[in-house]
């Protein structure tokens, strides 16, 4: 008797398409976002008033840009805590 081609194939797919929809939703270790976050100023920033990039703890790369608020002024390499405000996060201020 030979093996129905058709139906290893379809369960083949039905593993790859829970795979897929797995690794879209977060993975097995899907994180919660953190409400606060620390991080520095990128080094590369001008200091000219735009949103800064940010290096997040943990990670070497920076992101962004941030919005802040408007009491602070972003340098580059200030040490700074930013909230998740809605979805996103802000740069509260220089830490101290």
């Known amino acids: ?3 129905n081609l058709n139906q ?3 369960a083949l797919l039905q ?3 829970e795979e897929v929809q797995r690794q879209l ?5 899907k994180r919660e976002p953190r409400q606060h976050v620390l991080g ?3 080094a590369a920033y001008a200091n000219d008033g735009s949103r800064p990039s940010v290096v ?4 070497p790369s920076p ?3 941030f919005p802040y608020l408007s009491h602070y002024e972003p ?3 200030d040490r700074v805590l930013l909230a998740k405000s809605g979805n996103k996060y802000v740069v509260t201020g220089k830490i101290v």
Not at 25 to 29: A, D, K, L, P, V
């Open 1 to 3: 008797m030979k093996p």
């Open 8 to 10: 290893g194939a379809g």
């Open 15 to 17: 593993v790859i398409r």
């Open 25 to 29: 939703t977060g993975g097995r270790r």
């Open 40 to 42: 520095t100023i990128d």
């Open 56 to 59: 997040i703890d943990g990670d």
């Open 63 to 65: 992101i962004g840009p």
């Open 75 to 77: 340098s580059a390499g």
